[in-house]
Each structure stands twice: as structure tokens, then as C-alpha cells.
């Protein structure tokens, strides 16, 4: 079977034609584009849909069906994206609408954290594990939960979502609009707002900039951690809090849903001891030992691919799901 997938991030979308099995045959990017330009975004697709499709050498009519990996939240009952924080001006977007017009085939949706996890349980290193977590850990902190082997929806859509729940409500504002999210304090996207209002306050001494090769804009997770093995003292303080409150967020997931095993994105698989060192120290803090022992916590290994396996996942659990439907009916 030939599934097309769409992962749309913040700035880029990620378009693929792979297989049931994991294997990515053609992919290809394009910008993400938001508010007036939505129209000209799908005209986009369509056209880079076709591209990837004949590099595949087949047609677009051939595919057995698509699934797209979108931010939340979402409605996938209803096929819209209602308001992502890290996509401004997409409100109440009907995705599944749109690309069924566009593309003419089956068409299959579920957030970004979600459809990972999915590739995580299909694909990954940790394949078939009943009890399952993914952590974006990236430009935000999404999760998808796969409990007793099946995934974790929630009633509206929202199960998972534990990049907003609140370690402090005294916290800094979240791009959902509460305040002390755990998205809030280890997002990449924040992480970088908070350092370059830090930076361009002139009040503190720091390597961070030089490490972004002096241009403020660059500043992020990357820069600061490349200042952290410096040896930098204001970096090294920064990441040691950024640590803190993932051990926090993680320690309370642990003991709420007791898994087998945790996986956790981007920032993790770029920057590993840095990261996986300080949140295991720091751990026993939030969770107790016998639940830490059973759970294995570890960057995906998946790395660039994920978009592109997260948004054929969700095509091939819907194509299954159907089949399902159909035997049981």
C-alpha cells in the first residue's frame, strides 16, 4: 500500500509518499503559511503533493489514503484545527475538508504528538509497547500516550496534552493562554523568547550570543547549550532550571500513567546527555522509584524522520481502523 502524509509544523510542512511498513519512498518541504495566505498555502500542497507522488512514480489517485499531523488543539471528529499556539491565524481551519478536495482520496487527522507516538508504536525502536509516551520536546511539549496498546484520544480530542498542564500558575504566560504551562518553561520557541529578552536587557553576561554567531534572532536551545559545555555560568544556571521543570513534568506523567516507556523529541535527540543526564539526577524528586525503574526514558530514535512517519502513521491506523470497523460490523 502507498500512503501520502502531511506533517504541518509552525514554518514548515513536510509532505511524503511512504509505506505501511515505515519506508519513506519521496519527500519533500515546503513553508508553512498562515492567516490571508492559507489559500495560496493549499494550492502549495496540491502542487508539491503531485511532485512528491511522481517522484514515487505513481499518481496521486494510486494513493490508498493520507494522514496529516497537525498541532493541536484539534477536533478530529470534526476535522478542524481549532487554534494552534504555534500557528497564529489558523482558527478553525476544516484540514480534513480541504485536502480531501484537493487530493480526492481518503484522508486521516490527528495532532502532531499523537500521530508520533503512533510512529514511535509502529516503527520505532520501542515497536508494539503497550504502554508508550512521546515528548515532542521541540519547538513546543506535546504528548501522546499509548496506554494498554491503543492510543489515548481523550473526549475532545485533548488527551495528551501535557505540555499545558500547569506546574506553576504563577508562571509565565503560555501561547494557550494560561500561565505556567510546562510547555511554557522547556518549549524551544519560549526558551528562546525568554533568553533574547534576557540578552537584549544587557543585564547579564553571557556566551549564548556569540554561540548564535552574534544575530539575536538565532538565540535558542541550541545556542544555550552550546554555552552550557562552555562552560557558561548564566547558561548553565538557565538549563539547570529548564532541566528542573522537565523532571517536574515528567515525574508527574510518570506517575499518573505508570509507563513503559518514554521517548522524548527534537531537543533530546540533538543535545542527549545534556539533557538526559539532568533530568534522571533529578527525577526522584517527582515520581517514586519503583515507578521510575519500571520506565525507560530515552531520545527517540526516529530523529528526521518523525514528520514524515508521524503523518503516514495516522494514514495507516485510520486504513486499519476502518478495516476494523468493517470485520466487527
Request: charged content about 20%; overall charge positive.
Amino acid at each position: 500500500m502507498r500512503f501520502l502524509g502531511l506533517d504541518i509544523g509552525g514554518t514548515k510542512t513536510a509532505i511524503c509518499i511512504g509505506t505501511e511498513k515505515g519506508r519513506i519512498i519521496a519527500s519533500a518541504r515546503i513553508p508553512t503559511l498562515t492567516g490571508d495566505s492559507m489559500k495560496d498555502y493549499f494550492l502549495q500542497v496540491r502542487d508539491k503533493c503531485k511532485e512528491v507522488a511522481a517522484q514515487a512514480e505513481i499518481t496521486l489517485s494510486q494513493i490508498d489514503a493520507v494522514g496529516i499531523s497537525a498541532p493541536g488543539p484539534l477536533s478530529v471528529s470534526k476535522g478542524l484545527l481549532l487554534a494552534p499556539p504555534n500557528n497564529p491565524g489558523w482558527k478553525n481551519v476544516p484540514i480534513v475538508k480541504i485536502v480531501k478536495g484537493i487530493l480526492k482520496r481518503p484522508v486521516f487527522f490527528n495532532n502532531d504528538a499523537n500521530a508520533a507516538v503512533l510512529a514511535e508504536y509502529m516503527f520505532g525502536e520501542f515497536r508494539g509497547t503497550p504502554n508508550l509516551i512521546y515528548l515532542t520536546f521541540s519547538t513546543g511539549m506535546g504528548g501522546g500516550i499509548i496506554a494498554a496498546g491503543r492510543l489515548v484520544q481523550g473526549i475532545t480530542d485533548m488527551g495528551g496534552e501535557v505540555g499545558h498542564q500547569v506546574l506553576d500558575p504563577n508562571g509565565p504566560p503560555c501561547g494557550c493562554g494560561q500561565a505556567g504551562c510546562f510547555e511554557a518553561y522547556v518549549g524551544g520557541r519560549m526558551i528562546a523568547d525568554r533568553l533574547k529578552e534576557k540578552i537584549r536587557s544587557g543585564r547579564v553576561k553571557t556566551k549564548i550570543l556569540a554561540m548564535a554567531g552574534g544575530d539575536i534572532d538565532k538565540v535558542g536551545p541550541k545556542a544555550l547549550c552550546d554555552a552550557v559545555r562552555a562552560g557558561d555560568p548564566f547558561a548553565v544556571k538557565e538549563w539547570d532550571a529548564i532541566m528542573e521543570r522537565l523532571a517536574q513534568g515528567i515525574g508527574n506523567i510518570i506517575m499518573i500513567l505508570n509507563p513503559q516507556v518514554i521517548t522524548l523529541g527534537t531537543i533530546a535527540i540533538q543535545e542527549r546527555e545534556l539533557v538526559m543526564k539532568p533530568l534522571k539526577a533529578k527525577l526522584p524528586k517527582y515520581a517514586w522509584k519503583w515507578a521510575l525503574k519500571a520506565c525507560k526514558i530515552a531520545p527517540s530514535k526516529i530523529g528526521k524522520d518523525m514528520g514524515n512517519l508521524a503523518a503516514i502513521a495516522v494514514a495507516v491506523d485510520g486504513v486499519r481502523a476502518g478495516q476494523s470497523a468493517q470485520v466487527s460490523g
